[in-house]
């Protein structure tokens, strides 16, 4: 939402601002140099990187349209979540866990909490570790470093849509100056004409520049942080998995391993202790 008025504000400001000046909106529209700019960053896009890279371009440009998902509540689910997966460890055993781990997918348990289950990376992420630790055959800093590098391999996966953006925002301006070389060029091919025609291909060299320096630092760039800042996000959701796995392999008690969790998460969206305490308790006694 705040990416679509963010991006209003921009052209607003910037139109309203062109036309307080005495300026013309229609001399702005110059198809041409859309065409040259646009076709030269999405022919660079292709060239730097593999199909699968560009799509989850395309898919993480338009999931900044969903905001950060990452509020308050998706964190309480998790806590409880949490909770309610150790007690059943500590109650029934770390075998009780098999059936859940094994295709955790397909698992009664995890279904109950909607957004954890819908998050695949997170759900094959704790699966996997819990599976590890069903086996108990590694120490507790192999565990913390095999989540550490699990982590990280996917930080830099889900960063390539970010960085790929990053990219084209910094060659905006330079395929502006391209698109207004040209237009330069087609201006001298008309000196001698009317003075009109001439001003005409002026103009539109000079949009092209003003579009690429637009695009760069009005849009793509501002963009290129949103994602970052998503990556972010669920980095610490993740992290609050790590964090909790890791308290209750050493053998800490459910509430504990939900507090090393709770600690993870930055303090505008972090429930509070006493928040988290009850909605723990109510999930052991709906349990």
């Known amino acids: 939402m705040f990416v679509i008025i963010g991006s209003v504000i921009v052209m607003g400001a910037i139109l309203l601002g062109f036309v307080l000046s005495g300026g013309k909106i229609p001399v702005l529209i110059q198809i041409n140099e859309f065409i040259v700019i646009g076709g030269a960053a999405l022919g660079s896009v292709l060239i730097a990187n593999p199909l699968p890279t560009v799509m989850a371009t395309v898919k993480a440009v338009f999931g900044l349209l969903k905001g950060n998902p990452y509020t308050k509540d998706k964190y309480m689910e998790l806590m409880k979540m949490l909770?309610?997966?150790?007690?059943?460890?500590?109650?029934?055993?770390?075998?009780?866990l098999d059936q859940h781990v094994e295709n955790p997918h397909e698992s009664t348990f995890f279904k109950e909490y909607a957004f954890f289950h819908a998050n695949h990376h997170a759900v094959a992420f704790l699966a996997d570790t819990m599976k590890v630790v069903i086996t108990g055959s590694v120490a507790i800093h192999d565990l913390s470093e095999m989540m550490d590098i699990?982590?990280?391999?996917?930080?830099?996966e889900m960063m390539k849509p970010a960085g790929v953006v990053t990219t084209v925002s910094d060659a905006m301006p330079g395929f502006g100056i391209v698109?207004?070389?040209?237009?330069?060029?087609?201006?001298?091919?008309?000196?001698?004409?009317?003075?009109?025609?001439?001003?005409?291909?002026?103009?539109?060299?000079?949009?092209?520049?003003?579009i690429g320096i637009l695009l760069s630092y009005g849009f793509l760039g501002p963009m290129a942080k949103s994602m970052e800042g998503a990556v972010k996000a669920e980095a610490q959701y993740m992290g609050c998995i790590k964090n909790a796995v890791l308290s209750f392999a050493r053998g800490d008690a459910p509430a504990t391993c939900v507090e090393f969790a709770r600690r993870n998460i930055e303090p505008s969206?972090?429930?509070?202790?006493?928040?988290?305490?009850?909605a723990c308790k109510a999930q052991g006694k709906a349990a």
């Open 269 to 278: 969206v972090r429930p509070s202790f006493m928040e988290t305490e009850e």
């Open 179 to 210: 698109a207004a070389v040209l237009g330069v060029v087609i201006t001298m091919g008309a000196i001698g004409g009317p003075p009109e025609q001439v001003g005409h291909h002026v103009a539109a060299a000079l949009v092209g520049t003003f």
């Open 83 to 96: 909770y309610a997966m150790f007690l059943m460890a500590r109650r029934e055993g770390l075998v009780s």
């Open 150 to 156: 699990d982590l990280e391999t996917a930080h830099e």
